[in-house]
């Protein structure tokens, strides 16, 4: 579908000043399909992925449909969601703000009542609202749909997802014959094609293919990877491009879980949805999210749907999703109108055939590529640490150390030798040190950060981390890899017991009789710690530390398996 301008769709005069003012430039694929019989007075069933621009191309319409000296509900616009309706009211207020006399507002679940009840008693005449709300509003009287002249269904799968089923049906049957009817939505599932035959009057449908939009917008990749990799795949993925802004997709409630703990057990600012999540704890995380008060959503695709977010600079495909409309639905929250977004899909074993047969179906625009390596995430944290220094040095905001590096010269060190120096105990002690997660909750501190053994439920990981800190990217510990012949044992305990790296090899050296080199990396976070053994050793480590005290805590030692990183791939 071509695009087009919008002023050959004989919009009025205040309309096209108010989509001038948004900075909307020329009508999407979806605009521009929809518009003409919409505005023409046609049924319209309009289809095309999450971020296309399906409101506008519905509530342009409807605007110029309401007649302003009249003062009844006109216009019936429902949705899924309170966020969506919100939204929506939100794009309606702006491109009706230069329509004197046309007003518009939200009714959802959670709102008072009694402001409800003055709005549309003051007569507005577009009314945005979610399906339970409305019909609620219609059994006290309070909503009248006599002078209905058009409704709107946006987001129907979602709506028809949610249950709202019958609330709909009880709505639109008692909506004026007249009316003119608009359904909206990503995908068309057999329910709505339903809905669709019984409430709409001979509807011109309109489809805008998912490549057809995706193509130029969302850069796709997949990787090939092993199942067991995939969470050092995802870390390393983030760091190379420092996202700071994504969601991450599984398709479990336990994955979710899962590689929510892993996540914030490494440093990373994240939080989780799923159906388990209560609906006000889910409202919350949402709300968080939307505000950028942490950087990864980890989310199954039920849960992520009542999310209205599309600005992301990231989605990954943990998971493969089932079919190609969910992958579209799923990679159409990134890449939104005009700025580039980024979709990165793992698929391991057999999902490559189904990932294959995606992409021949919907025409996706998916490459593939290499995992990268641990030397190119060293060399973009080497890159960040080079860009903060550069700028402390150019802002002139230090302490300067002048006495203590004259010092230094004099006894005949190379100033490059200091900073080499310098900046190799700056890594060291990233190693050793993990960024302090703010208030870790002790579900996700005090277990393994191998899942195997743990209960389903997988308690308040970080849910409750209200203030999530902005990781410093080259603080973060570096897992750079175990050498060969090893393995990375788990031990509960951490900083919060003030165990050094030294207590650890003292311990182990002096249970086992084993050498020092018997021992590697050692990553000590708040409750735990992980340290790299060799693999001939473990299992008498293993058995010889077991229970013996550490700072007053009694070991727990396990082979952590999920965080035994692959080498290099
Ligand atoms: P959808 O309902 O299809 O998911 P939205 O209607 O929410 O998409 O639009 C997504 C974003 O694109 C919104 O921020 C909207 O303001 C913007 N947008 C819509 N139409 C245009 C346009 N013609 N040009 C530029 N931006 C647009
Ligand atoms: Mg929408």
Redesign the pocket.
Known sequence: MEKRRFTEFGLSPESLKAIDK???????P??SAALPPALAGRDVVGQ?????????AFALPAIERVDPHQRSVQVLVLCPTRELAV?VAE?FGKLSQFKRGVHCVPIYGGQSYERQFRALAAGVQIVIGTPGRVMDHMERGTLKLDALRMAVL?EADRMLDMGFRDDIERILSQAPEARQTLF?SATMPKLIQQLIRDYAKDPEWVKIEPHAQHAPKVDQVYFEVERRSKLEVLTRLIDLNDFRYGIVFCSTKIMVDELAEHLHVRGYSVDRLHGDISQAQRTRVMEKFRDRRFEFLIATDVAARGLDI?DLEVVFNFDLPNDAEDYTHRI?RTG???RSGRAFTFVSGRELYKLQSMVRFAKLKIRRENVPSLDQVEEARVNVFFEKLRSVLESGNYERQDRLVDRLLEQGYASTDIVSALIAMRNQDDRSAAPEPARPSPAAEAKPPRAEHRPADAGDAPRDRETAPRREKYARPARTGREPGMVTLFMNVGRKQLVTPADIVGKVAGVTRLPAETIGAIDIHQRHLLVDVAEESAPLIMEKLRGVRVKGVPLEVSLARETALPDDE
């Open positions: 948004m900075g909307f430039e020329e009508a999407s979806i605009q095309s992925s999450t971020g296309s621009g399906k409101t506008a939204q794009e946006d909206f599309d159409g939104r109108a005009g």
